[in-house]
């Protein structure tokens, strides 16, 4: 079904403007907001109780594990993922969720969106082309409603600082925030600690840096820490990366080395 309100719905249809999907094609039906918060039309649903090897979604892998393709995520590994990833982070419903991340990746859907919906927490979203084009918004946003769980690639952290000019005095107060999860690329430690140290002056704690590791095959996340644990750090010989090869550890002063934060516990 194509859920829409009426006046929404009519205006498209009273214009020239040509909608993108052409719903009688796909033999999709149109079902009103009004409609359905009736109480006597809600009494004539029935709940459809789905199995557990239904599939949820199909989410594209960009090739974590071989070549790139398309992910059945199936509804008992939704749904056990998400409960999972919100104990982990200790997600209530007082909690508010801020992110850019586009809900068309894992991320902004999964990590963020659906176990927001799981757990009845308000989320605030913001469009990334918004974010591109100011991203200080993204704090000052964050300040003004009061959130306390950010999310974003590590790119976005690096992006914003970019943006963000140390003698700036800006009237945020970011001490509500208690993750700011870091996940879907490669994360760098030292970034995270710029980020830190160039906004506590806003009152953001200092463990706040939430560092993630997952793929769409395992459905989201796979590897998080716990909340508020200070991040743990690897250096290794960045030579014995390779596919085989035995990890072999180094100083931080070696001009050899690379560093990998830990993620610590399975999501699960």
Known sequence: FYLSQKYTFNYYQSTKIIM??????LKVGTLFYEDVTQNEIIEEFDINDHEH??????????????????????????SIHVNALAKRECV???????NW?????????V?????????AVNQYLMSKQLFVRNPLLWMRKASEHKITMIYA??????????HYK????????LSNIRIAFNGAEPINYKLCREFVNTLKKYGLHDNVIYPAYGCSEA???ISIPEVGRDIKVYYVDRRYLNIGKQIVLCEKSDKKCYCFCKCRRTSR
Request: proline letters at 5%; hydrophobic letters at 35%; one cysteine or more.
């Open 219 to 221: 459905t989201s996340v």
């Open 166 to 173: 140390a003698t700036q005095n800006e009237k945020w107060d």
């Open 20 to 25: 993108r999907v052409n719903l009688a094609k």
């Open 153 to 162: 690639p590590n790119f976005g952290y690096k992006y914003l600082l970019t």
């Open 111 to 119: 990590s963020v969106h659906i176990v927001g919906i799981f757990c």
């Open 53 to 78: 090897d239904y599939v949820s979604l199909i989410q594209y892998s960009s090739g974590s594990t071989g070549t790139p393709k398309g992910i059945p995520i199936l509804y008992n590994s939704l």
């Open 101 to 109: 991340a586009p809900l068309s990746h894992n991320l902004g859907l």
């Open 92 to 98: 209530t419903s007082s909690d508010k969720m801020l």
